[in-house]
T-cell receptor, first 114, second 111 residues
Framework: DARVTQTPRHKVTEMGQEVTMRCQPILGHNTVFWYRQTMMQGLELLAYFRNRAPLDDSGMPKDRFSAEMPDATLATLKIQPSEPRDSAVYFC????????????FGQGTRLTVV | DQQVKQNSPSLSVQEGRISILNCDYTNSMFDYFLWYKKYPAEGPTFLISISSIKDKNEDGRFTVFLNKSAKHLSLHIVPSQPGDSAVYFCAASKWDYKLSFGAGTTVTVRA
């Protein structure tokens, strides 16, 4: 049963602390996305990778957010320092960009910064 | 800059009737469109898609219509069932597979 796995599912942290969210994409998928769900913007694209190389991270606040793929089985999204306005649900998705294919989402990490 | 727009935040429909969800886009380079469904505390799941070479795609109770000239697509659910109550996201991409999503429409199906 192939699925995208995100850890942790929930994270509560104090303002100023570093937060790391992890994602294991589906084996064989070469494209990985990070999205943030907000009430106003819906699913906001933060960054996406192809073959572990970042293609677009223009959606991320550069001063505090960073995204990496240390290897093909792991994607990370880091926030340092975290702020209360970063509280949201963060989703990872993976896919294989052949014709007419969809991306598969993980269950998300609910981040609360107090 | 929101390139995919879902202007109706919510929709309430009676069980058995048709649900029509609308989506508009601004980028004429988009050539692949998708609908996702999301339940609370879960990730979005793929529902149905359509490429720009078609104007209609049907899968069971779900049909997506694409009007390229108007840059508009819609999702029809017939008949609506209580299990269809969820948030529905419209998404679009170009050749680069960069998926842009709308803000979502919350559908409530009344018994």
């Amino acid at each position: 049963d192939a699925r995208v796995t995100q850890t942790p599912r929930h994270k509560v942290t104090e303002m100023g602390q570093e937060v790391t969210m992890r994602c294991q994409p589906i084996l064989g998928h070469n494209t990985v996305f990070w999205y943030r769900q907000t009430m106003m913007q819906g699913l906001e694209l933060l960054a996406y990778f192809r073959n572990r190389a970042p293609l677009d991270d223009s959606g991320m606040p550069k001063d505090r957010f960073s995204a990496e793929m240390p290897d093909a089985t792991l994607a990370t999204l880091k926030i340092q320092p975290s702020e209360p306005r970063d509280s949201a649900v963060y989703f990872c998705a993976s896919g294989l960009p052949t014709e007419n294919t969809e991306a598969f989402f993980g269950q998300g990490t609910r981040l609360t910064v107090v | 800059d929101q390139q995919v727009k879902q202007n109706s935040p919510s929709l309430s429909v009676q069980e058995g009737r048709i649900s029509i969800l609308n989506c508009d886009y601004t980028n004429s380079m988009f050539d692949y469109f998708l609908w996702y469904k999301k339940y609370p505390a879960e990730g979005p799941t793929f529902l149905i898609s359509i490429s720009s070479i078609k104007d209609k795609n049907e899968d069971g109770r779900f049909t997506v219509f694409l009007n390229k000239s108007a840059k508009h697509l819609s999702l029809h659910i017939v008949p609506s069932q209580p299990g269809d109550s969820a948030v529905y996201f419209c998404a679009a991409s170009k050749w680069d597979y960069k998926l842009s999503f709308g803000a979502g429409t919350t559908v409530t199906v009344r018994a």
